[in-house]
């Protein structure tokens, strides 16, 4: 008998939030708690949340708010369990600081909450933003950060989903990894620079979404932050043919698509790229 993690009709509704996150913790959870009850009413099943979504502040303040991995009476993970069982719903905690050995540099983690408000499991973002963009400033993530090193696709509401993190989407080997490890969602949760994100957003999830065949959702931080930092927002959910299905426009807010399985085979079987691969 098919299962449901393995129905080929199975159909998943999802949404990649887009926050404007600032400095304050408990202001950036209730803007978060908000926005989950409202895709949650909207039907959405599985909902990811954006980069930084819980401080978006000075990277040295990261290691004071990082938190041990798993605890759920510390206030960011607390809160997301308490949502996620709240709200019924599978939750992509895209990007908070969790605590490494070394102190002053956390890791930046996607956390992934059940339905029951559980700890699934977690990814820590391995490749950081470490660019110069001249005019634009210079950035250097791995200055507060510290990087992961093992792939992760989470088995969330029975679909396959491969965990990334912004600056990740730059390396196609990444996502090859998350392909032959099962996924068919691949969440970006991002904090893109306005710079960066006009040029290269759209376009570098579009070829993930295609080359990986793969429905790719990628929640956004939008809007002004501290230290006149500017994200470039525009949240969206893109199929495995590499349209964009669904996309929030420069407010707060969300976008929220359906993803079939049964779509997702029929790109793999018309185009089978993925069994043509020779390297």
Known sequence: MTTPSDDPKALLRVAALQLSSQEQVP??????????????RAGAELVVLPEC?????????????AERLGDTEA????????????????LVAGGFPERSSDPERPFNTSACFGPGGELVTAYRKIHLFDVDLRTHGSLCES????????????RLSGFG???SICYDVRFPELYRRLVDQGAEILTVPAAFTLYTGKEHWHVLLRA????????????????????GKATFGHALVADPWGTVIAEASDQI????????????????????SLAHRRL
Request: hydrophobic share 45%; aromatic share 6%; net charge positive.
């Open 75 to 90: 206030p960011i993970q607390g809160a997301l369990s308490r949502i996620a069982k709240r709200e019924r719903v599978s």
């Open 253 to 272: 807010g969300f976008a929220i698509a359906n993803v079939e399985r049964e779509f997702l085979r029929e790109i793999r079987t018309r185009v089978p």
């Open 143 to 154: 200055r507060n950060m510290t990087p992961g090193s093992e792939v992760v696709v989470a």
């Open 27 to 40: 202001e950036n959870l209730e803007k978060v708690d908000a926005l989950v009850a409202g895709a949650a």
């Open 208 to 227: 993930r979404a295609i080359e990986s065949q793969c429905y790719v959702v990628a929640a956004a931080q939008w809007g002004k932050h501290a230290e």
């Open 53 to 65: 979504f819980a401080y978006m502040g000075p990277g040295p303040g990261s290691a004071a708010i």
């Open 161 to 163: 989903v491969g965990l």
